[in-house]
């Protein structure tokens, strides 16, 4: 499966919007995005194929159900190996770049030591992404034309809903692929739910979410390898009323991790997670149909 190739993004974000907003729940899929630049793909030294490894490819079809629970979603058009919405807005490797960084930028974090800033160095499973060093300015032109924007956008949805419904919850859509499981340290999963070890959601979300999986017969654990990445430690502050939840679906659930192609499981497992979060809903949401606002 390759890549598509457009030269720019228009538009470098969708916001999918019920009918009417009825549930107090924002859903996003930051690393979805599978629309490719030609400029980026002659400047890597990698095949399509490789490149798209790092996606969380049918993550945002996997959720497009949510909107007829009365929730939107939101995914970015853009891949995750061009610019990665899961970090802080510069977690930047000075060795990527010619010219000098910013001061204000992060250049010892973790994430960027191990490759994976704002702007990667590597896709997931290791590989170098380009084949010479990148113009700063590059990458402060990703970060103000696609990163900035859709935090905004993001944030915007969360406050719309937070002033609608008194609270507001995210779901942070995600996949990890199964060789990330293949390890003595990690337990196997079907799914790992991350709430920041407790601190990013009420543990009655997370208790909700994991045992309406467990009800459809799925491997549930917490926290491990997986205990959520910028988005839900930013926007999880239980005590200002908002709530952030991240779901890491193992691909293997779903698709030939090889191809990328979906399994015939794939329809299966999007209808469980429909119920899943149609239960949910009911449990935490409140008296949803009573604060229902008009989609914009």
């Known amino acids: 499966m390759s890549p598509a190739i457009e030269p720019e993004f228009d538009p470098p974000f ?10 107090p729940f924002v859903f996003n899929a930051p690393h979805a995005g599978a629309i490719y630049p030609g400029p980026f793909l002659l400047a ?3 095949d399509a194929l490789t490149l798209r490894r790092s996606e969380d490819a049918h993550v945002d079809a996997l959720f497009a159900d949510v909107t007829a629970l009365g929730a ?15 970090r802080e807005p510069y977690e930047l490797d000075p060795r990527m770049f010619d010219g000098r960084l910013p001061a204000f930028a992060n250049t010892r974090s973790m994430r960027v030591a191990g490759g994976l800033g704002t702007v990667p160095r590597i896709v997931a499973d290791g ?28 944030r915007g949805l969360l406050l719309r809903t937070g002033q609608a419904f008194g609270h507001a919850i995210l779901i942070d859509c995600h996949s990890m692929p199964s060789s990330s499981l293949n390890r003595e340290d990690v337990p196997k999963a079907d799914i790992v739910l991350g709430d920041r070890y407790g601190t990013s959601c009420s543990s009655r979300l997370t208790g909700s979410v994991e045992a309406a999986l467990r009800g459809h017969g799925y491997t549930v654990v917490r926290n491990k390898p997986y205990a959520g990445g910028f988005i839900t430690e930013h926007y999880g502050e239980p005590a200002a009323g908002r709530q952030a939840l991240q779901i890491e679906i193992n691909r293997a659930l779903y698709m030939d991790e090889r191809t990328l192609g979906r399994k015939s499981s794939f329809t299966a497992l999007a209808g469980d997670l429909a119920a ?14 009573a604060h229902g606002i008009a989609a914009e």
Not at 72 to 86: G, H, I, K, V
Not at 128 to 145: H, K, N, S, W
């Open 276 to 289: 899943v979060f149609e239960r949910v809903i009911a449990e935490v949401g409140g008296d949803l149909g």
């Open 72 to 86: 939107p979603l939101m995914r970015a058009c853009f891949p995750r190996a061009y610019l990665d919405l899961n």
């Open 127 to 154: 590989q170098e992404i380009y084949r010479g060093r990148l113009p700063v300015d590059e990458a402060l032109r990703r970060i103000e034309g696609l990163y900035k924007p859709y935090h905004r956008a993001l």
């Open 14 to 23: 969708v916001i999918e919007e019920p009918t009417r907003q009825t549930a």
């Open 44 to 46: 890597s030294r990698l």
